[in-house]
């Protein structure tokens, strides 16, 4: 059965560096998003990507943040200058229509 | 505003009983209604959907009821499993909105 991926798995990074998760949807998906866990909270929509544009972000989602589809496959998220508060994980989900959202296994990204 | 480090609701079942695992959402805008089962170090796997036009749908094992007068979401399992043990989240999502809003989560464990 198709699945979402993400790399890496785990990103250690230093307060004020830049990081790029990376997501593979499913073959045929067109709709993808980006969510983050802090641990032990709820699950928190971040950004919505359909048609190579953002659809709907969050007040998460601030300057700091950006989405892209690099390659016509990979989905990425960028964080230009993090912060101990981006320590989280962060899920990757993707679908063919709007309301199906199928989610990677995460990234987990510690700032320190 | 929000506490840092919410407590999970837990419930503990024998295995072989039914669980009943239960949600308030948010929003009365809100038509459509997501399950999903979290494992640990994994992201967040849908289990079974439900619109706002049905008050009951059923799956393998699984059953969510809908109850829009008081916003209660809730989730069945039948003659649970140890492979059942996870946190379970409720998700909703309202027309021409991209994100789902999850609900806080239930930590369900099933004893052997």
């Known amino acids: 059965e198709p699945e979402v991926t993400q790399t890496p798995s785990h990103q250690v990074t230093q307060m004020g560096q830049e990081v790029i998760l990376r997501c593979v949807p499913i073959?045929?998906?067109?709709?993808f998003y980006w969510y983050r866990q802090i641990l032990g909270q709820k699950v928190e929509f971040l950004v919505s990507?359909?048609?190579?544009?953002?659809?709907?972000k969050s007040e998460i989602f601030d300057d700091q943040f950006s989405v892209e589809r690099p390659d016509g496959s990979n989905f990425t998220l960028k964080i230009r200058s993090t912060k101990l508060e981006d320590s989280a994980m962060y899920f990757c989900?993707?679908?063919?229509?709007?309301?199906?959202?199928?989610f990677g296994p995460g990234t987990r990204l510690t700032v320190t | 505003g929000e506490s840092v480090g919410l407590h999970l609701p837990t419930l503990s079942v024998q295995e072989g009983d039914n669980s009943i695992i239960n949600c308030a959402y948010s929003?009365?805008?809100?038509?459509?209604f997501i399950w999903y089962k979290q494992e640990s170090g994994k992201g967040p796997q849908f289990i079974i959907d439900?619109?706002?036009?049905?008050d009951k749908r059923q799956g393998q094992r699984v059953t969510v009821l809908l109850n829009k007068t008081v916003k209660h979401l809730s989730l069945q399992i039948a003659a649970t499993q140890p492979g059942d043990s996870a946190v379970y989240f409720c998700?909703?999502?309202?027309?021409?909105?991209?994100?789902?809003?999850f609900g806080q989560g239930t930590r369900l464990t099933i004893n052997p």
């Open positions: 998700a909703e999502n309202k027309e021409g909105a991209q994100k789902l809003v």
């Open positions: 073959s045929n998906h067109l709709y």
């Open positions: 989900a993707t679908g063919t229509r709007r309301r199906e959202q199928y």
């Open positions: 990507f359909y048609n190579n544009e953002i659809s709907e």
């Open positions: 929003n009365s805008a809100s038509d459509y």
């Open positions: 439900i619109r706002s036009n049905m």
